[in-house]
């Protein structure tokens, strides 16, 4: 089954506005949850990790929100440019299961001019 | 520093045919990791390996597919009468230590296209 669910699906916003994505898990061992990148014809880059000892992190434009009782976190793209259109991954990983990610199935965003 | 290597970048199987994708991990680099990738899906957790070590091989289908990382060479996902189900992306990423939190960095992917 699904173990980290990511939405919106897609989603379009313009240029200089705010983009925001959310994931939702339901394991509690994950401990470690990264976002990565991903272009067309192109392997997962990774964008910004949190571990669940800090509610946020923020590196430039972007900044990811962490919610541990919720089990939500989510990744807010500030100022969004065309350059940041590409599809975005949620992931969960554990020591237990030796840092094999679990994936959401993607965001995948266009920013317009 | 080259990045994680795939090759082939696409490969076209018939369906029964073998398809093997290879992985050279970053320089200094002994955990790989296999993910696929099916249209309109997120990556889905195949294989974790070590040098001549499988460690995690939970998302592998039970049939069909085998993977290893010998000692010497690259890391082989091997697919046995490919059928169009198989037909994906399929990502290797490479971790120099797996005790910590590090960042696994992914190769450009081998697309596989089942006829």
């Known amino acids: 089954q699904q173990q980290v669910k990511q939405s919106p699906q897609s989603l379009i916003v313009q240029k200089g506005g705010i983009s925001i994505i959310n994931c939702a898990y339901e394991?509690?061992?994950?401990?470690?949850f990264p976002w990565y990148q991903q272009f067309p014809g192109k392997g997962p880059a990774l964008l910004i990790a949190?571990?669940?000892?800090?509610s946020e992190k923020k590196e430039g434009r972007f900044t990811i929100s962490f919610n541990k009782s919720a089990k939500q976190f989510s990744l807010h793209i500030m100022d969004s440019q065309p350059g940041d259109s590409a599809t975005y991954f949620c992931?969960?990983?554990?020591?237990?299961?030796?840092?094999?990610?679990?994936f959401g199935k993607g965001t995948s965003l266009l920013v317009t001019p | 520093n080259a990045g994680v290597m795939q090759n082939p970048r696409h490969l076209v199987r018939r369906r029964g045919q073998e398809a093997r994708l290879r992985c050279s991990p970053m320089?200094?680099?002994?955990?790989v990791y296999w993910y696929r990738q099916l249209p309109e899906e997120g990556l889905k957790f195949m294989v974790y390996l070590q040098k001549e070590n499988i460690i995690d091989e939970s998302g592998m289908p039970k049939e069909r597919f085998s993977a290893e990382f010998p000692k010497e060479g690259p890391s082989i996902l091997r697919i046995q009468q490919v059928v169009r189900g198989d037909s994906a992306a399929y990502f290797c990423?490479?971790?120099?230590?797996?005790?910590?939190?590090?960042?696994?960095?992914f190769g450009p992917g081998t697309r596989l296209t089942v006829l």
């Open positions: 992931a969960a990983t554990s020591g237990n299961s030796g840092y094999a990610l679990n």
């Open positions: 320089k200094g680099h002994s955990h």
């Open positions: 990423a490479s971790s120099p230590l797996a005790e910590t939190y590090n960042e696994q960095f």
């Open positions: 949190i571990r669940p000892d800090v």
């Open positions: 394991n509690t061992a994950f401990d470690y």
